[in-house]
């Protein structure tokens, strides 16, 4: 089949070569020319496993291709996904949902027969319904289907979770085109993936539901994680012991930092919005939004309390700053709100993240990126493990830290409290 990704951020790159490694031709389009540039030279704008190889063979195949001419490569396709970011609109909590919008404008300019029009980004409910009052204005309705086609993939398995999705969903009444994104979708669904009919505006809630939803079980466990701390429980006993409940299951039940990344903070957000404008209380969600907000707070205080609120010209190390591993999303990143807290009391901070430098600190007073986890650790009072990287995951610290009492912040649970102590450091970890 022929396919056009309108937007070569995360959703449209990953998908759109995904899609192209299952044998359909794809165009990936993006207004950034030099975004497009990179990607025909290989550059891959995002780090995520595996996606460059992929990128490169099937662009080396002809099935993949880049451009940045909307109008041309929506005529030579027969489906159109818009993969066009929907972020918190500024001073509020709504979805800012003009690139959609835009977009669609464009396509319905440019469509010369019938196409099938895919939202893949993360809209509110209804926007489906807006979209095709877009379309209504410049076409037939027999020329175009709007469908809501929600994504389900997580940085840093991305590729594995569009080859093996648990669910594929896609909101339509339309059975012409339900048809063909059957066909389209044959291959995941022979391995297993349960493929799922609804209303479009169905699709829509399914995605902001599951995110708030996921989010609501993270910031319990944290919730909790604080009071195993202070009756001197394991949070660990408690997460498996919850977990093996089939009604709950353990998945995202891991204390630690506070959510953050691409979809969790703005999808909480966007989900009471639209509830607002029908008059819906969504008090849970709320709830979870504030206790996140919180967390990042909670946590820099315990940094406080090491320390003995002796900030001043200790040496701090992060290691890792993204929200998660095996992504470089600084997105709400509990760093972003810890690290220049912390620099502004007179800490010396040093950060190690795979991924590499981050802008975000360039301009902070007394931080500094490092080259290597040895080149992070030298002359640290405190460090910090943020990020749940595999490359932190066995370090050596008596060998690494050479003699030198420096106190250990487990923010994700790493290492045995035991082993760390009989190495002759202070540790402290998260909920227990």
Not at 29 to 36: L, M, Q
Not at 307 to 318: A, P, S, Y
Request: charged share 30%; glycine share 6%; net charge positive.
């Amino acid at each position: 089949m022929k396919l056009c990704m309108i937007g070569t951020g995360y959703v449209g790159l990953v998908s759109g070569v995904c899609f192209s490694d299952l044998g359909n031709d794809v165009i990936c389009v993006d207004k950034d020319i030099k975004k497009i540039e990179k990607l025909k030279k290989g550059k891959v704008p995002i780090y995520e496993p595996g996606l460059s190889e992929l990128v490169n063979k099937n662009y080396k195949n002809k099935r993949l291709s880049f451009s940045s001419d909307l109008k041309k490569s929506v005529k030579e396709s027969d489906i159109i996904f818009i993969c066009v970011g929907t972020p918190t609109k500024k001073g509020s909590s709504k979805a800012d949902l003009s690139q959609i919008f835009n977009v669609a404008k464009e396509i319905s300019s440019s469509i010369n027969k019938f196409k099938i029009i895919i939202t893949k980004s993360t809209v509110p409910v209804t926007t489906g319904d807006e979209i095709e009052k877009i379309f209504l204005k410049k076409n037939n309705k027999k020329k175009f289907s709007i469908i809501s086609n929600p994504e389900f993939l997580r940085e840093g398995e991305a590729i594995r979770d569009f080859i093996y999705p648990d669910r594929i969903v896609i909101g339509t009444n339309d059975k012409k085109s339900n048809k063909i994104l059957k066909n389209l979708y044959s291959p995941l669904i022979s391995k297993g993936a349960s493929y799922l009919t609804t209303s479009r505006r169905a699709a829509e809630l399914i995605k902001y539901a599951s995110n708030a939803f996921l989010a609501t079980k993270i910031t319990f466990i944290n919730e909790i994680a604080n009071l195993c701390e202070k009756t001197g429980i394991n949070i660990e006993d408690i997460s498996i012991g919850m977990g093996l409940d089939k009604r709950i299951g353990s998945r995202f039940l891991r204390a630690g930092p506070a959510y953050g990344g691409s979809c969790f903070p703005k999808d909480t957000k966007a989900i009471t919005s639209t509830a607002d404008k029908f008059a819906i209380n969504l008090s849970v969600i709320k709830s979870v939004i504030k206790s996140n907000k919180n967390r990042s707070n909670l946590l820099l205080n315990k940094v406080y309390e090491i320390l003995n609120k002796k900030i001043k010209n200790r040496k701090i190390t992060f290691l890792g700053v993204t929200f998660k591993a095996n992504t470089d999303d600084m997105r709400d990143s509990s760093s972003l709100t810890m690290i220049p807290a912390l620099s502004k009391k007179g800490a010396i901070i040093k950060y190690y993240d795979p991924t590499g430098f981050k802008k975000e600190f360039s301009k902070i007073k007394n931080v500094y990126n490092s080259n290597s986890i040895k080149q992070s650790l030298e002359g640290s009072d405190l460090v910090i493990i943020h990020t749940e990287w595999n490359d932190f995951k066995s370090i050596n610290f008596k060998n690494l830290l050479k003699g030198k009492k420096c106190i250990i912040y487990d923010m994700r649970n790493i290492y045995s409290p035991k082993k760390i102590i009989d190495q002759g450091f202070k540790y402290y970890s998260i909920g227990r």
